[in-house]
């Protein structure tokens, strides 16, 4: 049975073409994956993010446990900060991407990918070993929306939370008289926040963001445009540019592993020796310069070679090019504008190495 | 679309323009599932294609989607404007969404799983 969220007749009721998406019934776009990509890099989008895992993790240990399930420095975060992390397995393959969020010091709040949050839970669970550690999977419980874009904050602010929490952080809070977590955190590359509710206060909150907008432009968006935006801001993807054969290091997230953490971890070793004598394959960020979109699957070939495979791949509507991400080998002549081929159907095509992101993300100063 | 066109179960269309001449695309329905069309792949004029094999990709945002020949024919036309601006397909205001035109002098077997437009919309329903 396909699970929906709370969300779900809004958006039937709004002329969304519903998917399947990871065991849940979602819309993949109101309009059109383009016109709604559009709205979120010019003005304000609404995504029903309400499929996510929200999984609390308690007691007294709790700290020591998930420092050494990732590779990023739980015990520097502070109240109400968050930090983007990965969930490694013992050879450093990745079993998920997380937020994990500090609500206390014995309180933390893990928002998982909605594929992955059963099997997240597992391998939690399975490494609590003696530690006061408990896990408490509040996912069905609440509700998520995103409000992303240029204008998203403002729009945030009019409706009366003047104080948003700074970038990476929560803070409880009301909006239309509703309790409710305000997280300055996002899928898109832009500012804005995920609101995350009470099931029963989804609705009322999801109507009222869509009617209070009238000096705003505010629409929901769908799952495709969510994509294609996540895809111009080089944010990856569990499933295509993640999984339990890659790890952070090829996924080139060294920058969001510490290197003088002294903890042990699920994967150090790896992850270590990668950071130091390098790694197999890289992820690089390609344009199409032939006629093709690259998909994920798609070969990619360097002199006649088959090199590497597209891990993602579609058309960047603000950029009017095609773009892609693929895994190739690491190659000291491949590299920033080089030209390499994507076999498309049966037709090689070429394609220019470029700097990722594609689009440049701007919710990095938020303030 | 034209009433008089015969549809495919993969959401093609075929129009008969006579003396052996037909163009196709793809459906007013397929266009609507299929969202914002961004590539078309057009075979070369000249090329032949046998009834049921892929002859043109067409592109969504989302996903690639191949396009199979209704009848066996000759291709004598391609619509460069739609392979130049994939987005017409998407444009309620422009007429043109054939894809090829072609010449076929395929037996009437080759019609006989084809659906009359009206029985195909009311397939769909």
């Not at chain 1, 998930?66 to 983007?84: E, F, R, W």
Request: net charge negative; glycine share 8%.
């Amino acid at each position: 049975m396909v699970k929906q969220t709370f969300l779900h007749d809004e958006h039937v009721k709004l002329g969304a073409k519903m998917v399947d998406f990871a065991g849940w019934h979602m819309p993949v776009q109101y309009t059109s994956i383009i016109d709604e990509h559009k709205i979120v890099r010019e003005s304000v989008g609404l995504f029903d993010v309400s499929h996510m895992g929200e999984v609390i993790y308690k007691g007294k240990d709790v700290i020591t446990f998930l420092n050494k399930m990732v590779p990023q420095s739980i015990d520097k975060l502070t109240d109400g900060k968050a930090v983007y992390c990965q969930l490694p397995n013992k050879e450093g393959g990745l079993i998920d991407d997380l937020i994990i969020y500090r609500l206390n010091a014995e309180k933390f709040l893990i928002v998982h990918n909605a594929s992955r949050v059963d099997e997240d839970i597992n391998w939690m669970s399975l490494n609590i070993g003696d530690l006061d550690v408990e896990i408490v999977n509040e996912s069905h419980n609440y509700s998520m929306i995103a409000v992303q874009g240029p204008k998203a904050c403002d729009y945030i602010k009019n409706l009366g939370i003047s104080d948003l929490p700074p970038f990476f952080s929560i803070k409880e809070d009301l909006l239309f008289g509703i309790d409710l977590w305000v997280s300055r955190t996002g899928y898109t590359g832009e500012d804005g926040v995920e609101l995350i509710m009470k099931n029963k206060d989804a609705v009322k909150i999801w109507r009222n963001l869509l009617s209070h907008s009238e000096d705003f432009i505010v629409k929901p968006i769908g799952l495709g445009a969510r994509d294609t935006l996540r895809l111009e801001a080089c944010l990856h993807l569990y499933g295509n540019d993640l999984d339990e054969n890659t790890t952070p290091v090829e996924a080139g997230l060294a920058w969001s592993i510490p290197k003088n953490k002294t903890e042990a971890y699920n994967g150090k070793e790896v992850i270590e020796n990668q950071l130091k004598n390098g790694i197999k394959k890289k992820l690089v960020g390609l344009k199409m310069v032939d006629r093709g979109i690259a998909r994920h699957g798609y070969g990619v070939f360097y002199n006649g070679e088959q090199i590497g495979v597209v891990s993602s791949g579609s058309v960047s509507p603000t950029r009017g090019d095609n773009i892609a991400l693929a895994y190739i080998k690491n190659l000291d002549n491949l590299t920033v504008g080089s030209t390499i081929q994507i076999l498309i159907r049966d037709k090689y095509c070429n394609a220019e190495i470029i700097k990722k992101p594609f689009v440049q993300k701007r919710n990095k100063d938020s303030k | 679309m034209n009433e008089n066109s015969l549809c495919t179960k993969t959401h093609e269309y075929v129009l008969e323009l006579g003396n052996g001449k037909y163009e196709t695309g793809i459906t007013d329905y397929a266009i609507g599932q299929l969202g914002d069309i961004v590539f078309i792949e057009l075979p070369e004029v000249g090329s032949e294609f046998v009834k049921n094999e892929v002859f043109a990709t067409v592109e969504s945002v989302k996903a690639a989607s191949e396009i199979y020949m209704p009848v066996s024919g000759k291709i004598t036309e391609i619509n460069e404007e739609v392979v130049n601006s994939p987005e017409l397909l998407n444009d309620d205001g422009y007429e043109n969404k054939w894809l090829i035109k072609f010449d076929s002098d395929a037996d009437q077997l080759e019609f006989a799983d084809l659906m009359d437009y009206s029985d195909y919309k009311e397939e769909l329903e």
